[in-house]
């Protein structure tokens, strides 16, 4: 029995990573409001090493449709711009001297739509992830040397978990896709 419960709980594990991984994901897509995660994928040259931006500077926003990036040195000013355009996030950067400011634009109809794609995209990523967990456990319990009733009755365990975090995830989803096409 114990086997059984490793198995089961390695599949559980495997499955909260699709979720937080998600999460993580979706948190790049940007809906609507400038947030510091907006430029979680930015990195910025830095002493000939390419260093994400969160470790070279500080990232606040002033307010909902602008992002305030404060260098912890101020010759980084142009690596920073340079960063965030080789990110290609759409954003364009401007400098004061002190800090790099970005004005993030509203969003068109068509962007949301194409934000709203891409997010479905990352949902089905994480489903089949979770997916393959399942498949995973199935063929791990197949290997045991346990009744058939024993076998049944984990496999309808580990059926049960794939349907609740697959349904997490469409919640999930449906929120970001509410942020996504608010106005």
Do not use: C, W
């Not at 790049?28 to 040259?45: C, H, Q, T, W, Y």
């Not at 307010?63 to 101020?74: G, H, M, N, Y």
């Amino acid at each position: 029995m114990d086997e059984v419960e490793f198995i089961l709980e390695g599949a559980k594990e495997g499955m909260e990573n699709a979720i937080s991984h998600l999460k993580k994901q979706l948190s790049n897509i940007r809906a609507g409001k400038a947030s510091p995660n907006m430029l979680g994928s930015v990195m910025v040259e830095y002493y000939g090493a390419q260093t994400p931006l969160q470790q070279v500077a500080n990232v606040n926003t002033p307010d909902a449709r602008t992002l305030s990036i404060q260098p912890f040195e101020k010759s980084l000013i142009h690596e920073i711009e340079k960063g965030i355009m080789m990110a290609n996030l759409g954003f364009n950067p401007m400098n004061n001297g002190e800090s790099v400011i970005i004005n993030v634009p509203p969003l068109t109809e068509e962007r949301r739509k194409q934000l709203t794609k891409q997010a479905k995209a990352e949902a089905e990523d994480a489903k089949v992830g979770v997916r393959n967990d399942r498949k995973q456990a199935m063929q791990e319990l197949k290997k045991q040397d346990i009744s058939e009733d024993l076998l049944k009755s984990s496999e309808d365990d580990v059926q049960e978990l794939t349907n609740t975090y697959i349904e997490r995830i469409e919640k999930i989803l449906a929120v970001k896709e509410t942020e996504i096409m608010t106005v």
